[in-house]
């Protein structure tokens, strides 16, 4: 056992300190300050901010050098990720771009498309939403059926995608397709790069986008509905027909990203539980006590098991269902975190402000419940970590 | 030996939820969390309150009231829970309470006629610190239901005094809250020197009592409703080429809720009759069932949500409706943790 | 809702009370009495004190007077079930031929059985035990295999039964057989009375009783093992081959009885647990005060959904899969006491007595855990519950 | 960054294993099952800890030691929980612990290279009230693990003093109690002015924070062997045609469970490394480790005998001697309550 950082990692720490210190505005780190933006305005802040971190550096962190990236060790993407949300920096607005778009292009995409992607995806040229959930395939991915028919070197696209997080600012979407009905499901898919705007910012003929309000009354996904969509072949990831892999590989990227970003996070958000639970005298109450160190407990254990994952990624070896299981952990985690708010504030745990601010965990609490829905509800999880982790029978 | 609503109650029942479906459905619910703006009462809703009668159920006969139980009463809630309704006849009732049980003959007479009618909207201020001296109160109530709309507020005072007061009254200030669960309105409710009208009745602790069992009731509604919603969705909703309903997690899942549930509804009728019977353990059933319904509309409302998947958590779905309706009256008239802890005074100290 | 007893039930109470009060030994009703007496003696003591209740018309509460019966109501059978807990009074050494067998021979036995079993049963006379599970028969009865092979007019039997309760002190057992091999499962099973002892209480050649030890060091269940063990086919009940559907008769005589003696059972040992927090001074404990109130709430519901059911049956009405409901209560919330027990008594809970007497607490902790398997698992009551109340498809 | 076991460590733990597996496999914890009588401590394991110097791993090197760390001990802790092993291993080490961090030089003389060698038995005496006046002991603790058996009971006496007492002096009474968990043995000891020598070191916080991490470490190894031997059974028991294990409400509470212990595992590597590091979370990861793996223990063990199904509660299968171990080990050295709430003194008092 050794947890500290090497000397280069502690280096690139105190490098990247600096220049948030200098970067970040004192204003964008205060308690709702996001929450009081209008939200255009608040993603066009964003890009841009972001685009200026990843001019200096500090973006594409483990990213080969070839792709703009800093070539950096998996400590360096754990430290930057922990200092990202210790100084309460705005969270990336390409993220599923950032994730899995990227690392799948620089394994199995052409020359073209590594240029013409990367580098803009890193400096918030392009915003990307991936599609790949619709109405009648949510769990069960497979049963996709936006159709794609051939014509000439062109597809033509009909149908619809859902639950599509940052449909309203996304220029391109990467989505999985049905280029041809076979018995097999998994057959027939194809993962295409699709223009959802033209160059000056209208959408694209016959692409139509409407926001899906969440119970919160927020508008993070939306629906994408295509009408005789003309999309180029050329816009193939990977080969027709094999999507239903390139989306595997795709997937694994996630595998590689520990939970620290999540571990302190949710960490903070107990603080301020507990600074709440202060302001309204109740920190002796014994069994908020319990409930705040049960939460503590299990967000330690997700922070023991993220170093022990990012050791194993130091140390070259596959994660396999790893990443099920620190979905699980975190996800279920945060849920029970945003029962702890509400049992700590009471009744003031429907009202925003009511001389207590509590919109953010306000915020937390409700989408707590969407997060053991998407990317793989728990019950996915746990038939993956049942069948794949454990060996059971199907 | 009989254990189950009678004919009577269940018609009552009947007419309670054909009314609702029928005149006040859920798409009329969703109209008032579009415009947080509006006052969250709707007008044809109250009118029918006062029409059919349903605020007369615990009113004596000589007041214009129907002098039936809490229990009648609890069938209306539980009514009200299932249809996610707004409006205050809840806190009317519970206020109405204070006056029946706590008023002067004078206060009945010029109060309990007109509330069996629905001429008058009343709320109950429990929550905060509110200090009664000379005949004036100062302080602050918080999470009033319907404050601004109502004729008269019972404000309970430090010492658990209970006082009448006027809302368009000199000192008294009504700030509305948007809350999450917007099939209620909530409102900040300062007082400065306000004139209040004391009730002489040292009654609070039953009157929380019986706020407690509607709200329980309310509850088992909500849960009832949000489990068979599900249910039913989860029998048609098809992934893998199969029903989710028939994936054995879920089934199990569901199992336990509907135990739970049924208990819950078990629990909410037993603590009205415990109290129009006086049996007893009334106290402790009370506790019983606000903790056994808080905890399970808390839980069944969320598997609403998870076992939806998708369109669970989107604004367009109901689930959210009975999820934050259930979040918000957990926490209302003492939630779980408090009640258990009143049973643990009664069982373990046996006071 | 009244939930008073009529004047003839409540007179019925006064007068089992008074026989209570007049037999039952005064020290039978102190903590830890029957713990403390070797288990075959403590078998006879409770043998013959219950035959002589019986005698006095304190048994077959319900069942008619033809039968040796009281003919009493449903109200009288709770009450009878209420205060027999209440005098700390011992169990029932017939259980399942009360509960089980009785009613079904009262419905569907023929005359001769009805006069040779139902009577002795009453006495104790006759000590019944039920043969159902087997190694391969657990949840997935209908896999049943103990072979009865048709010779003449008896049946030739080899096979074992396991899990079987009362086996070391039963005359007899009542069991299913394989009496023919079938592609349905359910059909080919029969159910058939076997002497197990002969009149001078020797086994009968061929059987073999091995007492199965449970957990907790007792012996409550044994192994039957039959080999060419001869039984006359006038002992089949109901027909050949309908031993399913005599069997689902059978055992739905359960869901008539609520599960009011639980109730009283287990509120005691709550008592018990409040008792001995005081006796190390741990009723403050506001954590252990939560858990405590937690199970008062899960029992405090299973006392009013005992009388509902009740209700419903005083009414006429099918219970259906209501017992399936009660059993998940009363079951997972004795387990929880259980665990509350050890929680309140901390290492106490692994010694009966070092200075604190808490062998009978104990015992019970250890028997909570076979509860939810035994009598229909807790998996198998929940796929019950899903499917036959929530008509989720299979 | 390196979290996990180095390859010494690892190899540490097969040898461990296999010796166990070999030579002192479960069959051989059953005798002691099945004979209360005898004294819990067989002579052959006892040998092999000795021989193996798995004593010496947390002693100096100037005592004859091998100078480990806290995570070295833990590996073999780990081991026994997963072997259910018997014996005075643990009690010793704890022991051995309270003379290193609290011992004059003179007492770690004469007594760690006699640990680390084998050649005597210790054991901690921390529960009860144990009074200490000129050198005197009087009082009673309880649960005193092999005093039996024991050359010196190191015994904590009020204000958190330690004190070094022979066990055959006069004034020792030791009364043996037939626990639950027959891989153990009880004793309460009575202390009636019994001679003591004290240890110099106010130690008592440390000695029980590492005793917290060695049964933790030792819970964790019993969740893994109980997981995995349900898995693997369930995965060959068919019912209704098919392996249980495949019916989804099993494999997704399976799935939680390996999830849980995974989290267990982690912390309690974590705990023993902070200690050994000194790393500023230490005490938090403390109780951390001990809260989780106390719960997972206890879920699991439970799980372990519902899973087997019938077979699960007799005595003739293993699985309760994993649910009495896991139970006995639950409440040693402070249950998860009593640890949650020393993580809100850290985590929300700041202290």
């Not at chain 1, 040229?125 to 009648?136: A, K, T």
């Not at chain 1, 033209?198 to 629906?223: C, H, I, T, W």
Request: proline fraction near 4%; charge should be negative; include cysteine.
């Amino acid at each position: 056992m050794d947890l500290t950082f090497s000397e280069a990692d502690e280096q690139f720490r105190a490098d990247f300190r600096s220049w948030l210190d200098a970067n970040l505005p004192e204003q964008w780190r205060e308690r709702g300050f996001w929450r009081r933006q209008d939200p255009d305005q608040a993603f066009e802040m964003r890009r841009t901010w972001e685009a200026d971190k990843a001019r200096a550096g500090f973006a594409g962190i483990q990213w080969p050098k070839e792709f703009g990236g800093r070539g950096g060790t998996p400590s360096m993407r754990a430290i930057y990720d922990e200092e990202m949300v210790r100084y309460r920096a705005p969270m990336t607005v390409n993220s599923l771009g950032l994730t899995f778009l990227a690392p799948t292009v620089m394994v199995i995409g052409t020359d073209e498309q590594k240029r013409d992607i990367i580098k803009p995806l890193l400096h918030n040229e392009v915003i990307w939403c991936q599609g790949f959930s619709e109405p009648n395939a949510g769990s069960d991915l497979a049963a996709l059926q936006l159709r794609a028919e051939s014509d000439g070197d062109h597809y033509v696209l009909n149908g619809q995608k859902i639950w599509t997080s940052n449909a309203l600012h996304a220029d391109k979407m990467f989505g999985l397709v049905r280029t041809s009905q076979e018995p097999k499901r998994h057959r027939g898919i194809t993962m295409l790069l699709i223009d959802l705007k033209n160059p000056d910012g209208s959408y694209v003929d016959g692409v139509e986008v409407r926001p899906l309000k969440q119970m919160s009354g927020a508008l993070d996904f939306g629906e994408v509905f295509f009408t005789d969509v003309r999309v180029p072949k050329a816009n193939i990831i990977g080969q027709e027909g094999a999507g239903w892999d390139v989306a595997m590989l795709l997937l694994s990227f996630e595998r590689g990203s520990s939970a620290l970003p999540q571990y302190a996070a949710f960490r903070r958000e107990v603080d301020d539980i507990i600074e709440l639970a202060g302001s309204l005298g109740r920190q002796d109450d014994p069994n908020l006590r319990q409930k705040v160190s049960k939460s503590i407990v299990e967000l330690e254990c997700l922070r023991y098991h993220s170093l022990h994952l990012l050791t194993q990624v130091e140390q070259g070896k596959e994660l396999g269902a790893a990443s099920s299981m620190t979905k699980l952990q975190w996800s279920e985690t945060h849920q029970d975190i945003g029962e702890l708010f509400a049992d700590v504030a009471g009744l003031y745990h429907q009202v925003p402000d009511d001389g207590v601010d509590v919109g953010d965990l306000q915020a937390s609490f409700l989408w707590s419940r969407s997060e053991t829905i998407w990317g793989g509800s728990s019950q996915v999880q746990r038939n993956i970590v049942a069948e794949l982790v454990l060996g059971l029978p199907r | 030996m009989y254990f189950a609503l009678t004919d009577e109650q269940r018609a009552l029942q009947a007419t309670v939820r054909e009314f609702l479906a029928d005149r006040f459905p859920l798409t009329s619910v969703r109209a008032l969390y579009d415009d947080p703006d509006n006052d969250g009462d709707p007008s044809e809703l109250w009118k029918a309150v006062g029409e059919q009668g349903w605020l007369a159920v615990t009113i004596d006969e000589q007041y214009d009231g129907l002098g039936l139980g809490l229990l009648d009463a609890a069938v209306l809630a539980r009514c009200w829970g299932e249809g996610c309704a707004p409006g205050p006849f809840l806190p009317t009732l519970v206020a109405a309470e204070a006056i029946r049980l706590g008023g002067s003959p004078d206060q009945k007479k010029s109060w309990l006629p007109r509330i069996a009618a629905g001429e008058v909207k009343l709320t109950l201020a429990a929550t905060g610190r509110v200090n009664a001296s000379n005949d004036t109160l100062s302080g602050t109530a918080h999470f009033v239901e319907y404050a601004h709309v109502a004729d008269r507020i019972v404000v309970a005072a430090d010492g658990g005094t209970l006082w009448l007061v006027d809302p368009a009254a000199g000192g008294v200030t009504v700030t509305r809250q948007d809350a999450l669960d917007r099939s209620t309105r909530f409102a900040t409710v300062t007082f400065d020197k306000a004139a209040g009208e004391q009730l002489s009745g040292q009654v609070l602790p039953d009157v929380a009592d019986r706020a407690a069992v509607l709200y329980a009731n309310d509850l088992a509604g909500i849960a009832r409703i949000a489990l068979s919603r599900t249910v039913d969705y989860d029998k048609t909703r098809e992934q893998f080429g199969k029903p989710i309903g028939s994936f054995q997690a879920l089934k199990h899942a569901l199992a336990d809720l509907h135990v739970a549930t049924t208990m819950a509804e078990h629990s909410g009728w037993y603590a009205a009759h415990a109290l129009d019977a006086h049996l007893p353990d009334a106290a402790l059933s009370v506790s019983v069932a606000k903790a056994k319904c808080s905890d399970t509309a808390r839980d069944v409302t969320a598997a609403m949500i998870q076992f939806h998947g998708g369109i669970g958590y989107t604004w367009e779905h109901d689930a959210h409706l009975f999820f934050k309706r259930a979040k918000r009256e957990e926490y209302q008239y003492g939630d779980g943790t408090f009640h258990r802890e009143r049973i643990a005074r009664l069982a373990v100290d046996g006071r």
